[in-house]
């Protein structure tokens, strides 16, 4: 098991930009893949990017795509989610999840996550 930490999450006007931070413990986080979620009141959880092990291949979710970029230090065993451009639709507890190796869409594949930060988006 790998014990995750998530921060960075606060209240934003639409078009400024946070950063969340995911801080892992516990396994080898280098051998994680990392995925992004987030879900919103009433909202089912969903993808928003994942990043392999290695860190040379991502993948994003259709709403986020261009706007965000997630990104990985395993000298700091921790993963990142710039959030630029943010619309008042992002607002959402957002997850970090672990996986071995592989990243993945399907939160279902994933079975170590954060607690959540929230993320509010003000119009």
């Known amino acids: 098991q790998v014990q995750l930490v998530e921060s960075g999450g606060g209240l934003v006007q639409a078009g400024g930009s946070l950063r969340l931070s995911c801080a892992a413990s516990g396994r080898t986080f280098s051998n994680y893949a990392m995925g992004w979620f987030r879900q919103a009141p009433g909202k089912e959880r969903e993808f928003v990017a994942a990043i392999n092990w290695t860190g040379d291949s991502t993948d994003y979710g259709d709403s986020v795509k261009g706007r965000f970029s997630i990104s990985r230090d395993n000298a700091k065993n921790t993963v990142y989610l710039q959030m630029n451009s943010l619309k008042p639709e992002d607002t959402a507890v957002y997850y970090c999840?672990?996986?071995?190796?592989?990243?993945?869409?399907?939160?279902?594949?994933?079975?170590?996550w954060g607690q959540g930060t929230q993320v509010t988006v003000s119009s």
């Open positions: 999840a672990a996986r071995p190796y592989i990243s993945s869409r399907y939160n279902y594949r994933y079975n170590n």
